[in-house]
């Protein structure tokens, strides 16, 4: 690869063991590469301290989400039916919204996450997904211990395995009972796909793994909206601007060169998404790039471009305090709060 790099762009971090890249051209090939894969959770989901049972029920779980499963034609064939379900249900995100208008905007002072991001998200994705608002929140709740893992490394076993059985029942119930509307995103893609325990882990992680990123953006978007009132910016600009995840993971499994350094096989690359979208347009690497390209974009974008369509309501408001999370793992923001200007 020719092109111009600084020393920064790519460098090997001891203390994170990795790869740190910087740089949007090295980003993009590195995740178009066969030399590098996504398939990287049974290796770790090995050396936790737990029983051979729930490590072999994790790594199937864990391994069926598209965003860690194992390149090649299986893997191919599955985002295919996702993507076709997901084009017959997108009628659905088009109906499906909030009035901001609504959401006690007649007060003085509003609590943004809990008036307006948290009840726009409980409106929206179930009315996508085709469940019921009860079943999604009740899906997210017995999940927390799968995001936990994820985010926090939470490493108790037993916890995350009792929570794989408990949510994969709670939505088999939800199928075998008829309790989804024929319309929406997990009926399409049982249609699709099938109702293998592959297609009922999908869902689940598009569910309850989609969650909390989706409602991080949609804070970040009211939030850039507070502070650019002219609002002549794009949805996709604060997408970019605000990823919620700070970075991409990937394992080589062939020795490949970029520069003057050689990425060796078994070793982790950190694409710093955050870094890397300041120099690219659209949606920079927020939703990735190659093959594992997050198909929850759509969802999310539609989502996003019809409540701001309906956020001029906060023309009359100003931040009065917010405070951004920011960890290795996950950007969000946790307080926003806005009152309304003195006339």
Known sequence: MKHNHRKEDIYFDHELNAWIINDAVIAKDILKNPSFTAFRKSKQIESIHTSQYNKDVMKEFYNHWLMY???????????????????????RLSKSSVDASHLSLTKEQINVVNDISVPFLYSYLPRFYGISKMDYKNLLDIGVPLIDYIML???DGDEIVKSIHKTRNYLIDLINKKKLDPNGFVSKLLEEAGQTM??????LN?????????????????????????MTFKVKDVLREYPPFPYIRRVCVNDTKYHDVIIKEDQHVLLMIQNINTDMNRYGLTFGHGIHYCLGVVIVTLGLERLYKQLDVLKDYTIKEYKWSRTFSFNELTILDIEKRLP
């Open 153 to 155: 490394d939470n490493q």
């Open 69 to 91: 499963q194992k390149e090649g034609i299986d893997h191919t064939n599955m985002k295919r039916s996702v993507q076709r379900a997901l084009n017959q249900s997108i009628a």
């Open 198 to 203: 592959e297609v009922i882990d999908i869902l």
């Open 206 to 230: 598009m569910i309850i793994d989609g969650h909390r990123p989706f409602l991080s953006s949609v804070n970040a978007l009211i939030y850039h909206t507070l502070n650019n009132k002219d």
